[in-house]
């Protein structure tokens, strides 16, 4: 079966970075020693663990350990097969610790049933498990069993990875010091799959990954077969020729379990709430530092969202929050001169987030002292307007006031005002999340996220206001919270909501890509969208009273972005984001998510003058 390279590319970036033999890099074999173990959990179930144990390791020369547990493969299989790469970067490599790598349950060569984002439990018996209780299970029997450990023990993960890590502070194992989650999902409402319960339709081409169960012990990807194929280099084309999302569901993952889940889940019933994290996250008592990128297009709700929590909850922790001008796990590979897209940040922001930050971290508490702290900065948040590394003793920055832009007439006030725009979606007709067709192909979207805006304005279903040039520059530092005052001639309506720098037109980059127009550059700076059916409540839906002024009020997730002397902030609304989001029938439905062309409804909305985005300003 053939597979779009850029699918592959992703694909395998994402699956936790398994790295095989590189025979031009022999450090790991010269000097780690591989074993391979089946550990026994509590309730009996065995996870497969590779163990790589320095050569030098002694009683008078012990290391701690540092792990990652994930449902992506710990490839190569067997003890004369060697990764080329340990860890979450070179400079630990070197450092050398003793690595631990475990599928996690149901996955690859691991026993047990796999489960998407496995819900925390009420331990009642000793056999009661989740994915804390395998963690504690397994520093458990790491301790016992390996050697000249020096009794700490660090963890780490990209991705879902992430979440293992994050899950896995709840173990609370006197020996666990150090956790990183990066780029960690934290609630599925709002990460990956679905925003705000919007099924993400860019991930289409992701879900043989988490839905396809094995039934054998498996050393390679037992789902290859079920990948949607590439039908045109015009991405566009598969999802117009696909037809609505309940067509797609039945056309390729009616045996999908996962797919069929959010399916039949359009709520934020019981089996969503299960599986949001946040609320385990308490009494939290080492040192986590979370890593997120703010062009991260798949997680970026999660790193924001654990930060926080942890801060609210657990005050003996040593919390620290890192983000960079970074899309999904960017921060793993050094690219040189640091772009995202089309827009350049940077020289070599990886190496230095690695070597001056992640290195620090983990030698620190799996090394040093882990009763003093790291020296590491509360919040270490890369302003992506100004192109620098900013440090904050809290976060959001104590010195950060709430202002509110008023959306009037194309324009963006200081004051409310009277009346209100319109526009008229046609989901038939919807407006396009991109106009880099080939991105469509991609396993999962990406780009998208700083992309230039230009292609949507003066469409007659995409709303616009406009700063005028501002005369000083103006550093939003936080939440972003769309407060939108919408009535429509129908029972439902989504809206999407992209926050727009647009840059001076004699403008001039330090560096650029070949064939980008950079004057007036409309950068998407950040976005979201919310179905207003979930205005009042996530657990159930409720129609819109046909033009009737109502209030829909939604978060855009935090930034730090400088909109610097001479650029305008603009915000763009529309009701349609496709192919990104599946379409909302604009007709209420009790699930939206089985709509047919025949639901599809035509309307009129109104967005009222006394609608704002308000933002956390630095003072």
């Known amino acids: 079966m053939k597979i779009h390279?850029?699918?592959?590319?992703?694909?395998?970036?994402?699956?936790?970075?398994?790295?095989?033999?590189?025979?031009?890099?022999?450090?790991?074999?010269?000097?780690?020693?591989?074993?391979?173990?089946?550990?026994?959990?509590?309730?009996?179930?065995?996870?497969?663990?590779?163990?790589?144990?320095?050569?030098?390791?002694?009683?008078?020369?012990?290391?701690?350990?540092?792990?990652?547990?994930?449902?992506?493969?710990?490839?190569?299989?067997?003890?004369?097969?060697?990764?080329?790469?340990?860890?979450?970067?070179?400079?630990?490599?070197?450092?050398?610790?003793?690595?631990?790598?475990?599928?996690?349950?149901?996955?690859?060569?691991?026993?047990?049933?796999f489960t998407n984002m496995t819900?925390?439990?009420?331990?009642?018996?000793?056999?009661?498990?989740?994915?804390?209780?395998?963690?504690?299970?397994?520093?458990?029997?790491?301790?016992?069993?390996?050697?000249?450990?020096?009794?700490?023990?660090?963890?780490?993960?990209?991705?879902?990875?992430?979440?293992?890590t994050a899950v896995g502070i709840l173990a609370q194992h006197p020996a666990l010091v150090a956790s990183s989650p990066q780029a960690p999902i934290s609630d599925f409402w709002n990460d990956d799959f679905l925003h705000n319960g919007r099924f993400m339709l860019g991930y289409f081409r992701t879900f043989p990954v988490f839905g396809i169960q094995k039934t054998k012990p498996e050393n390679k990807a037992w789902y290859m077969d079920t990948f949607v194929k590439q039908t045109s280099e015009d991405g566009l084309k598969f999802y117009r020729d696909m037809g609505t999302l309940k067509d797609g569901y039945e056309k390729y993952y009616k045996n999908n379990f996962f797919m069929t889940e959010i399916m039949n889940h359009p709520n934020y019933d019981e089996f969503w709430q299960k599986r949001n994290l946040l609320p385990h996250l308490k009494n939290v008592n080492h040192a986590v530092m979370t890593v997120g990128g703010w062009f991260d297009a798949e997680d970026l709700s999660g790193p924001l969202n654990i930060y926080k929590t942890i801060e609210k909850t657990s005050p003996k922790a040593k919390n620290t929050i890192v983000m960079g001008p970074f899309s999904h796990g960017a921060w793993a590979q050094e690219q040189g001169k640091h772009f995202h897209n089309q827009i350049y940040f940077g020289d070599s922001i990886a190496t230095y987030y690695q070597k001056n930050i992640e290195t620090k971290f983990f030698n620190h508490y799996l090394k040093g002292n882990t009763k003093e702290d790291a020296g590491l900065?509360?919040?270490?948040?890369?302003?992506?307007?100004?192109?620098?590394?900013?440090?904050?003793?809290?976060?959001?920055?104590?010195?950060?006031?709430?202002?509110?832009?008023?959306?009037?007439?194309?324009?963006?006030?200081?004051?409310?005002?009277?009346?209100?725009?319109?526009?008229?979606?046609?989901?038939?007709?919807?407006?396009?999340?991109?106009?880099?067709?080939?991105?469509?192909?991609?396993?999962?979207?990406?780009?998208?996220?700083?992309?230039?805006?230009?292609?949507?304005?003066?469409?007659?279903?995409?709303?616009?206001?406009?700063?005028?040039?501002?005369?000083?520059?103006?550093?939003?530092?936080?939440?972003?919270?769309?407060?939108?005052?919408?009535?429509?001639?129908?029972?439902?309506a989504d809206f999407a909501v992209k926050l727009i720098d647009v840059y001076p037109e004699d403008f001039k980059p330090k560096e650029k890509k070949d064939g980008v127009i950079y004057p007036n550059y409309h950068q998407m700076v950040r976005s979201e969208i919310m179905p207003a059916r979930f205005r009042n409540s996530r657990e159930k839906g409720e129609a819109l009273v046909p033009n009737q002024k109502t209030a829909v009020n939604f978060k855009l997730q935090d930034v730090m972005h400088t909109f610097k002397k001479g650029h305008k902030i603009q915000i763009q609304i529309s009701s349609t984001w496709w192919p990104l989001f599946a379409i909302n029938p604009q007709k209420f439905m009790e699930n939206p998510n089985f709509a047919t062309k025949a639901d599809y409804t035509k309307a009129f909305i109104k967005v009222y003058n006394d609608s704002s985005i308000e933002a956390e300003v630095l003072k």
């Open 5 to 113: 390279i850029s699918i592959l590319f992703i694909f395998f970036f994402i699956l936790g970075r398994a790295q095989s033999t590189d025979q031009k890099d022999t450090f790991v074999k010269d000097n780690f020693t591989k074993k391979e173990f089946y550990i026994p959990m509590r309730d009996g179930v065995k996870l497969f663990t590779a163990i790589y144990v320095p050569k030098d390791i002694s009683n008078k020369n012990k290391y701690p350990f540092l792990m990652q547990r994930t449902c992506y493969s710990i490839a190569p299989y067997g003890e004369n097969e060697y990764r080329s790469k340990l860890g979450p970067n070179q400079y630990l490599m070197k450092d050398k610790y003793i690595f631990v790598f475990q599928d996690v349950r149901g996955r690859y060569m691991s026993e047990g049933a």
């Open 119 to 164: 819900p925390q439990v009420d331990r009642k018996t000793k056999k009661d498990i989740d994915e804390s209780t395998d963690t504690y299970d397994t520093i458990e029997w790491l301790l016992k069993n390996v050697k000249d450990n020096n009794g700490k023990a660090g963890q780490y993960g990209t991705s879902y990875p992430g979440f293992y």
């Open 377 to 492: 900065p509360e919040a270490l948040m890369y302003d992506t307007g100004s192109k620098e590394w900013r440090e904050f003793a809290s976060y959001p920055p104590k010195n950060a006031q709430k202002i509110n832009f008023y959306l009037s007439d194309g324009t963006l006030k200081n004051a409310a005002g009277q009346g209100s725009s319109e526009y008229y979606s046609d989901p038939n007709n919807p407006v396009l999340s991109s106009d880099n067709l080939k991105d469509f192909n991609g396993f999962t979207p990406k780009n998208y996220m700083s992309e230039d805006q230009r292609f949507a304005v003066g469409r007659p279903d995409v709303l616009t206001f406009t700063t005028d040039v501002l005369m000083e520059d103006m550093s939003f530092a936080g939440e972003i919270m769309a407060k939108l005052n919408i009535a429509s001639s129908s029972t439902d």
